[in-house]
């Protein structure tokens, strides 16, 4: 530091001090009032300063790089460690009870320094300490506050005035340690990139993000009256969330979550799976009285609609005169087994379908157009809100976009070119293992262990709030946008954020150096660098944001895509244009569900890829997937059985297949990190089937020994990830 004669006093009482290259400034505290005499090199150097106290009227030493403030001068070595806002990940440490390390870590061209502790095993770190408890508001809870060292101030605290930020306080509780983690945050990326500019998306709010829970939840209950009213029907299970992802995959508009921009009005996958559903969702059954059951209803229901809608004289008397053959064989045969009713409910379909679909074509249309014109209409009101709040700050959302060279960095989180307009009050309290966040009586929860993983995430990703003032705010719209767009259903939505068992994630780092995830979100990522669908809210936590914008040049990535045929299809699509344009290192492994009856388009454009190198078939109910739900709910209820067989792919060019060959060994140690998990896979689900591209012309077509799904390709199973096996529903028999 420098000495008194060589301090210049900066704006807002900030002690400022010339640089030893120029005359330009730098900011050392934020509430320094008075020069001080210097500092050894070593503690300026690791960000400390000495400060003068207003209040208390004697010197203080704050870092700039933790935030942290002491009343003695500081001993290299043991208050350099990054210190924890809610006193939650931090581990108390001293010269004998752990080690520190720093690194320097350069992102988008601005270094950062990341402090990282690794506690010695078995160290005597738990001992009891007072309690102290911070009162941020009479009107609220109290938070209690957990410093990282023995004798070491408060870091900062949330919604807490400028002097309780930088004053030393006593010694409080030792911090909350997770005792069960699912990620691992140390693990640095190999993920390449060209250098890219800040995105044109605007801030997330807590104000918007209320009102847009608000209308997606009135989406909802739309898109439920109108199946019951015009069809009779109840929507097809998380058919809703299916649709936001098939409309995002070709949505050109500006919201996050609400499609408002797309060619056609009428989606695929909302109208596929309406239809299935017409004129009775069929379940699956098990004894021979339900299927006589399910045969009876369903001749039943056919017959009801033909007879109310504006049927064409042949499709009436088609049929009209099957549905009379069901009811005579129903009650003339009364030795039949469960195999002979499915097999006359199969005829029975084939015969009255396609007369079935025409006549509710237009009713099913009607629908899906109506759905997708509220949504545009939701949008555009959501987007009017958010530009007036942003204009109520002061701020425009045309903001020049700066230049970036063209240069490959290391890929780094997405930035948002709008700045954040000032957050409002988001009100913290603890019950039991659960954060609950609260703004304006709207409350969103979360297990303690991933509320430390969101604030480790936007330690490492959050280049515009070092202070963790908009925190709690950001927390408050990730949960909340991630809610929306799951639904508020018990286990609605959950399973589109399914995720490989750890020690499945452990092996692909290990043994193909796999760093990244394409599909993840911040509350499942295994990996503190992921893709994910939302870059707005997810981007200070980690996200670079959506896979289908977002374009390696080398790396080895894991994708494991929500059960979505059209998102899906996209994924192949992205995985070819990439391999094919270059020539660095780059490797895809990629987990998709292996339907067969028919094979959906995305698994056979990647079986016969000329980028495929190897190939993995895993039985249904023989392993499992990770909770979509994981960050809320209990932990016996972290895993659930895959009701369907699971293809792992690998595609990569020539580079990345010499760099991370899928040699015998490397799939010997990946298959064993099932039964590692406590998933068994018997020999007889688990094949695998590989090939030279020389090869592939001639194998184009073939399977060595998969296993068939033991769950047809519907829109209950087929596109959903959450099913358990006490609760399977399919649409098809």
């Given at each position: 530091m420098a000495s008194d004669q060589g301090m210049v006093r900066g704006d807002h009482g900030t002690v400022l001090t010339p640089t030893s290259s120029s005359n330009q400034v730098q900011p050392l505290s934020p509430t320094a009032t008075k020069p001080v005499q210097e500092l050894p090199d070593e503690l300026i150097q690791a960000g400390w300063s000495k400060c003068w106290s207003k209040?208390?009227?004697?010197?203080?030493?704050?870092?700039?790089?933790?935030?942290?403030?002491?009343?003695?001068?500081?001993?290299?070595?043991?208050?350099?460690?990054?210190?924890?806002?809610?006193?939650?990940?931090?581990?108390?440490?001293?010269?004998?009870?752990?080690?520190?390390?720093?690194?320097?870590?350069?992102?988008?061209?601005?270094?950062?320094?990341?402090?990282?502790?690794?506690?010695?095993?078995?160290?005597?770190?738990?001992?009891?300490?007072?309690?102290?408890?911070?009162?941020?508001?009479?009107?609220?809870?109290?938070?209690?506050?957990?410093?990282?060292?023995?004798?070491?101030?408060?870091?900062?605290?949330?919604?807490?005035?400028?002097?309780?930020?930088?004053?030393?306080?006593?010694?409080?509780?030792?911090?909350?340690?997770?005792?069960?983690?699912?990620?691992?945050?140390?693990?640095?990326?190999?993920?390449?990139?060209?250098?890219?500019?800040?995105?044109?998306?605007?801030?997330?709010?807590?104000?918007?993000?209320?009102?847009?829970?608000?209308?997606?939840?009135?989406?909802?209950?739309?898109?439920?009256?109108?199946?019951?009213?015009?069809?009779?029907?109840?929507?097809?299970?998380?058919?809703?969330?299916?649709?936001?992802?098939?409309?995002?995959?070709?949505?050109?508009?500006?919201?996050?979550?609400?499609?408002?921009?797309?060619?056609?009005?009428?989606?695929?996958?909302?109208?596929?799976?309406?239809?299935?559903?017409?004129?009775?969702?069929?379940?699956?059954?098990?004894?021979?009285?339900?299927?006589?059951?399910?045969?009876?209803?369903?001749?039943?229901?056919?017959?009801?609609?033909?007879?109310?809608?504006?049927?064409?004289?042949?499709?009436?008397?088609?049929?009209?005169?099957?549905?009379?053959?069901?009811?005579?064989?129903?009650?003339?045969?009364?030795?039949?087994?469960?195999?002979?009713?499915?097999?006359?409910?199969?005829?029975?379909?084939?015969?009255?379908?396609?007369?079935?679909?025409?006549?509710?074509?237009?009713?099913?249309?009607?629908?899906?157009?109506?759905?997708?014109?509220?949504?545009?209409?939701?949008?555009?009101?959501?987007?009017?809100?958010?530009?007036?709040?942003?204009?109520?700050?002061?701020?425009?959302?045309?903001?020049?976009?700066?230049?970036?060279?063209?240069?490959?960095?290391?890929?780094?989180?997405?930035?948002?070119?709008?700045?954040?307009?000032?957050?409002?009050?988001?009100?913290?309290?603890?019950?039991?293992?659960?954060?609950?966040?609260?703004?304006?009586?709207?409350?969103?929860?979360?297990?303690?262990?991933?509320?430390?993983?969101?604030?480790?995430?936007?330690?490492?990703?959050?280049?515009?709030?070092?202070?963790?003032?908009?925190?709690?705010?950001?927390?408050?719209?990730l949960l909340k946008r991630y809610q929306a767009m799951f639904g508020i259903g018990v286990h609605e939505g959950t399973g589109l954020q399914g995720a490989l068992p750890i020690p499945v994630f452990e092996a692909l780092h290990k043994q193909f150096g796999v760093t990244f995830e394409c599909f993840a979100s911040p509350l499942n990522c295994y990996f503190k660098q992921f893709c994910s669908a939302f870059q707005d809210t997810d981007g200070f936590f980690g996200s670079r944001g959506p896979f289908l914008s977002f374009s390696p040049v080398s790396g080895s990535f894991e994708a494991n895509p929500p059960f979505s045929e059209e998102l899906m299809d996209a994924m192949v699509t992205h995985f070819e244009d990439l391999l094919e344009s270059s020539n660095e290192p780059l490797s895809f492994i990629v987990f998709v569900p292996e339907w067969r009856d028919p094979p959906t388009p995305a698994l056979t454009r990647m079986e016969s890829s000329r980028f495929k190198r190897h190939q993995l078939s895993i039985t249904a109910f023989e392993h499992e997937y990770r909770s979509g739900s994981q960050h809320i709910c209990k932990r016996e209820e972290m895993y659930y059985k895959a009701v369907h067989g699971t293809a792992v792919i690998f595609l990569q060019n020539s580079a990345g297949f010499a760099k991370w060959p899928p040699t015998p060994e490397r799939i010997q140690e990946l298959m064993a990190a099932y039964r590692v998990s406590g998933r068994t896979l018997s020999s007889q689900g688990t094949t695998s089937t590989s090939a030279s591209n020389a090869e592939k012309e001639n194998e184009a077509g073939k399977e060595q020994g998969t296993s068939k799904d033991v769950s047809s390709r519907d829109s209950s199973s087929r596109d959903n990830k959450n099913l358990t096996t006490a609760s399977l529903e399919t649409t098809s028999v």
């Open positions: 209040r208390e009227n004697r010197p203080y030493y704050f870092n700039r790089f933790t935030n942290q403030s002491l009343w003695e001068m500081p001993v290299l070595g043991q208050h350099d460690v990054i210190s924890d806002p809610l006193g939650l990940n931090a581990a108390p440490a001293s010269s004998e009870t752990g080690q520190v390390t720093t690194e320097a870590v350069v992102d988008n061209g601005q270094h950062k320094r990341r402090l990282s502790e690794e506690a010695i095993p078995d160290a005597p770190n738990s001992f009891k300490r007072p309690k102290v408890d911070v009162q941020v508001n009479p009107t609220t809870p109290t938070i209690p506050i957990s410093p990282s060292t023995t004798g070491t101030p408060l870091s900062k605290t949330w919604n807490a005035t400028t002097e309780d930020k930088q004053l030393p306080t006593s010694p409080a509780p030792a911090p909350y340690r997770p005792t069960v983690i699912y990620w691992d945050l140390d693990i640095q990326t190999n993920a390449v990139i060209k250098e890219r500019p800040p995105v044109d998306v605007l801030p997330p709010h807590p104000e918007v993000e209320l009102m847009r829970s608000q209308l997606m939840t009135k989406l909802r209950i739309n898109y439920k009256e109108l199946c019951q009213q015009r069809e009779g029907i109840d929507p097809p299970r998380d058919s809703f969330n299916r649709w936001l992802l098939e409309r995002k995959v070709l949505d050109k508009g500006k919201d996050p979550l609400l499609p408002s921009e797309c060619d056609t009005p009428v989606s695929s996958s909302m109208f596929r799976e309406i239809m299935n559903d017409i004129p009775i969702r069929l379940s699956r059954i098990k004894y021979r009285e339900e299927a006589r059951k399910l045969l009876f209803g369903y001749a039943e229901a056919a017959k009801k609609l033909i007879e109310s809608r504006n049927a064409s004289p042949d499709s009436r008397k088609v049929v009209k005169w099957n549905v009379e053959d069901t009811f005579s064989w129903l009650r003339k045969d009364h030795s039949a087994t469960k195999e002979d009713y499915m097999d006359r409910l199969e005829h029975l379909r084939k015969q009255c379908g396609p007369h079935v679909t025409a006549v509710a074509k237009n009713s099913v249309e009607g629908i899906c157009s109506k759905i997708y014109h509220l949504s545009c209409d939701y949008a555009r009101r959501i987007r009017e809100r958010h530009l007036a709040l942003l204009k109520e700050c002061n701020i425009t959302e045309n903001i020049e976009t700066p230049e970036v060279q063209d240069r490959l960095v290391y890929c780094y989180p997405a930035r948002l070119s709008i700045p954040s307009p000032s957050q409002p009050r988001v009100e913290l309290h603890f019950e039991n293992d659960v954060a609950c966040l609260r703004f304006k009586g709207e409350m969103v929860k979360v297990s303690r262990s991933y509320f430390s993983k969101l604030e480790l995430l936007y330690r490492y990703s959050c280049v515009d709030d070092p202070r963790f003032e908009k925190f709690l705010s950001r927390v408050w719209c």
